[in-house]
């Protein structure tokens, strides 16, 4: 059974950074695209960041570019999101994801049956 396990979230100010992980039970390169999505209270889920597997530059939602960045450590089968300058509105539960077949942000928190979920961490930032 796949499973995905998250760390990092946490509590910060304004302006502070926090990284978080996700290490996946099999190999990560069993999947066409890892990324993370969120959802804040009352708002829709917005896909964060995207890497893929088999290469080409990692995306990232307008809102976060520029202050997050993506990666993943293909010998230790886990992924990270490195946030930094974080704000605010960047507060929400933080999910990771995997998806095999055709990746974009918004098809990972789709029920489609190709994604695979971690449990999600929280992400608190105060002003």
């Known amino acids: 059974q796949v499973q995905l396990v998250e760390s990092g979230g946490g509590s910060v100010q304004a302006g502070g950074s926090l990284r978080l992980s996700c290490a996946f039970s099999?190999?990560?390169?069993?999947?066409?695209?890892m990324g993370w999505f969120r959802q804040a209270p009352g708002k829709a889920r917005e896909g964060v960041a995207i890497i893929y597997t088999g290469g080409g530059m990692p995306t990232y939602a307008d809102s976060v570019k520029g202050r997050f960045t993506i990666s993943r450590d293909n010998a230790k089968n886990t992924q990270y999101l490195q946030m930094d300058s974080l704000k605010p509105e960047d507060t929400a539960m933080y999910y990771c994801?995997?998806?095999?077949?055709?990746?974009?942000?918004?098809?990972?928190?789709?029920?489609?049956?190709?994604?695979?979920w971690g449990q999600g961490t929280q992400v608190a930032v105060s002003s």
């Open positions: 994801a995997a998806r095999r077949g055709y990746c974009s942000r918004s098809l990972m928190f789709t029920y489609d049956g190709n994604n695979y």
């Open positions: 099999i190999s990560s390169n069993s999947f066409n695209c």
